[in-house]
């Protein structure tokens, strides 16, 4: 990150689920500092819950945007462009606006904010609450290499960013940001694997969510195809290769290709409305 451009105060506008992952990442690594966030959400208990929780300050869309160098947008894609016109008037060509909305097109915030500054769209998951994130983010034409670069460095202290290009944000939303949901459900499917042949759930459930973290870090670290792993733990006329004949048997592959397939359809039509 360039070290001349250092903003100093951000706002979160609809400080939800991920909103507060970034939240607690930001304070956990010290990116920021409570006093440099200003959080929104639609109702006072949530706004209670911030401050008292994370010790960040509160306020209206419209103050918030005003006061900070940096905005991140995290409401629901299907309030984008209200929220956004709420906020315009309080922001300018110093601003940073940085969207996670599924759907919400760097060209859709344009028009919106009639390109009074910089936007990235970033494509975070909720894992960077612990710092295993994995965010894709790229920018608006207006949006300069300082400007991704910050957006890179704030969500790589929060796990793994990869820059891509804006036309594969739908299909990165079906797949790392709605993944998490559909690994969650193979680690219970697992557990419960476990807990029939016997093993308690709570240490069915640790066997499960550990083997898919080493998995996923032996993918990860290795470099090595996927499948070629798969093939290291296969003996022949060993035990694995009858448990993947049920796998495939119950269409594991074409049952995941297709969720990522349909979160991504249900990524772009978000974004339809307008
Ligand atoms: N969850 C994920 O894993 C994930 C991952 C990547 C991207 N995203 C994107 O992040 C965005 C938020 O998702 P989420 O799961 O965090 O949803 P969420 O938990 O429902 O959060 C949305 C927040 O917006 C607030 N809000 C509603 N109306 C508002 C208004 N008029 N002004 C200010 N704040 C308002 C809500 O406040 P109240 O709490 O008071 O209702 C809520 O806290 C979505 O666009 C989604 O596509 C989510």
């Known amino acids: ?3 001349s451009y250092n ?3 951000v ?3 609809g400080a939800g689920k991920i909103g507060e992952a970034i939240i607690e990442a930001t304070l956990a690594t010290k990116f920021y500092k409570a006093s440099q966030i200003t959080t929104t959400a639609r109702s006072q208990k949530r706004l209670s819950y911030l401050s008292e929780t994370f010790g960040v300050d509160t306020a209206s869309n419209i103050d918030a945007a005003k006061n900070a160098d940096v905005v991140i947008l995290a409401v629901k894609p299907q309030l984008a462009r209200k929220i956004i016109t709420e906020i315009t008037p309080g922001l300018n060509s110093n601003t940073l606006l940085i969207s996670v909305m599924a759907g919400i097109t760097l060209a859709q915030i344009d028009n919106w904010t009639g390109s009074v500054c910089p936007v990235v769209r970033a494509m975070p998951n909720t894992p960077l609450r612990i710092r295993k994130g994995m965010t894709a983010i790229c920018g608006s034409v207006s949006a300069q290499t300082h400007h991704t670069g ?4 704030m969500f790589n202290t929060m796990g793994r960013t990869l820059v891509m290009d804006e036309k594969l944000f739908d299909a990165v939303t079906g797949l790392s940001a709605s993944g998490p949901a559909f690994i969650y459900i193979m680690i219970e499917a697992l557990a419960e694997g ?4 016997g093993i308690p759930r709570h240490l069915a459930t640790e066997l499960a969510a550990q083997a898919c973290l080493g998995s996923a870090s032996m993918v990860l670290e290795t470099g090595k195809h996927p499948a070629m792993l798969k093939d290291e733990v296969t003996t022949p006329a060993g035990c694995t290769i009858d448990g993947i004949l049920k796998l495939e048997e119950g269409g594991i592959r074409v049952t995941l290709i297709k969720a990522v397939e349909e979160a991504a359809i249900k990524a772009k039509a978000l974004g339809q409305p307008d």
């Not at 910050?150 to 460095?153: C, G, T």
């Not at 476990?194 to 042949?197: E, H, I, T």
């Open 1 to 3: 990150m360039s070290t």
């Open 11 to 13: 706002a979160i506008i």
């Open 194 to 197: 476990g807990v029939k042949a």
């Open 7 to 9: 903003p100093e105060r």
């Open 150 to 153: 910050f957006a890179e460095a």
